[in-house]
């Protein structure tokens, strides 16, 4: 069936050095990918997408690089700050639905 | 900035209880969707409004949930009775919904459920 999950489940990074969250995804039709930042007791918060005809999309601090080859999603943060540590979600939509599948998450400490 | 406004923020109630959450999504955003969190897990989708129009609502528990978005702007969730296993965060998001347009996702803060 349908999934999205991600390699680590926790990823402790030194303030500032560079962050790498991955995500795998199985259904080869998604054609939207977006990451979000959820921190303890508040909603997600949109960080950056991709639609499928990109590999790659920078914003501030932040890339996604998609590999479709390989179905692998990433997000990369650069310079990471004690403001990043949160619980990061990787989410995907296909056929213009609007509807995201996500995945389980993965918890970025930062340590000073 | 415009956001989402959900509340209760919190909510203890005994099982076998009725309970409701409301939703105001941005203005302007046909679409609302509202989801269930577990601790530790990414958010499933409940039901999706188009309008005040249902969209889909294959995973909502429909012996015990309900959903309505009348005039198609706020909307409201309500469990009854609840049950121990409900306990969790239930999250309401928004978008424009327009095909073609964006597909981005506007979430609210929340609301912990918590059934005892």
């Known amino acids: 069936g349908e999934s999205v999950g991600l390699h680590l489940p926790t990823l402790s990074v030194q303030e500032g050095d560079n962050s790498i969250i991955n995500c795998a995804y199985s259904n080869s039709a998604s054609d939207y990918f977006i990451w979000y930042k959820q921190e303890s007791g508040k909603g997600p918060q949109f960080i950056i997408d991709i639609r499928s005809n990109m590999d790659k999309r920078q914003g501030q601090r932040v890339t996604v690089l998609l590999n479709k080859t390989v179905k692998h999603l990433s997000l990369q943060i650069a310079a990471t700050q004690p403001g990043d540590s949160a619980v990061y979600f990787c989410a995907e939509t296909h056929g213009g639905t609007y509807k995201y599948i996500f995945g389980t998450g993965t918890r970025l400490k930062v340590l000073a | 900035e415009a956001e989402v406004a959900q509340s209760p923020r919190y909510k203890i109630t005994e099982k076998s209880q009725a309970v409701a959450f409301w939703c105001d999504p941005i203005s302007g955003h046909a679409t609302l969707y509202w989801y269930r969190q577990i601790l530790g897990q990414g958010p499933e989708l409940l039901v999706q409004?188009?309008?005040?129009?249902?969209?889909?609502d294959s995973q909502l528990p429909k012996d015990r949930f309900s959903a309505e978005r009348l005039k198609g702007v706020d909307s409201t969730l309500k469990i009854q009775p609840a049950e121990l296993g409900d306990s969790a965060m239930y999250l309401c998001?928004?978008?424009?919904?327009?095909?073609?347009?964006?597909?981005?996702?506007?979430f609210g803060p929340g609301t912990r459920l918590t059934v005892t």
């Open positions: 998001a928004s978008s424009l919904g327009t095909s073609g347009t964006s597909y981005e996702q506007y």
């Open positions: 409004f188009q309008d005040e129009s249902v969209v889909d």
